[in-house]
Nanobody, 122 residues
Framework: QVQLVESGGGLVQAGGSLRLSCAAS????????MGWFRQAPGKEREFVAAITRSGGITNYADPVKGRFTISRDNAKNTVYLQMNSLKPEDTAVYYC???????????????WGQGTQVTVSS
């Protein structure tokens, strides 16, 4: 498995931006499809975005389309989530995860980071 560490979370006002990073170690990062998920209190973990090994294909959940951008730098073993026009409903713990396939559910993601808190105030 690959080890993942997220960073970049914090408190931001509605309409603001944050960029999350997820640094990978332990295995060849470019062998993995990478995804971002989030979990708000009392809710199930939900898909946010995913990106293929080369970065050529991305997939987004409807609530974040047009506002969030997933990208990766295989030379730096890092995947990013640029979040713009943030809304209070984006408040959650954000997790990155690694998979062998492009999936939009947590099932099939084998490695997970510890999460980073994002709080959007109104």
């Amino acid at each position: 498995q690959v080890q993942l560490v997220e960073s970049g979370g914090g408190l931001v006002q509605a309409g603001g931006s944050l960029r999350l990073s997820c640094a990978a170690s332990g295995r060849t990062f470019s062998n993995y499809v990478m995804g971002w998920f989030r979990q708000a209190p009392g809710k199930e973990r939900e898909f946010v975005a995913a990106i293929t090994r080369s970065g050529g294909i991305t997939n987004y959940a409807d609530p974040v389309k047009g506002r969030f951008t997933i990208s990766r730098d295989n030379a730096k073993n890092t995947v990013y989530l640029q979040m713009n026009s943030l809304k209070p409903e984006d408040t959650a713990v954000y997790y990155c995860a690694a998979s062998q396939g492009l999936r939009s559910t947590p099932v099939g993601y084998d490695s997970w980071g510890q999460g980073t808190q994002v709080t959007v105030s109104s």
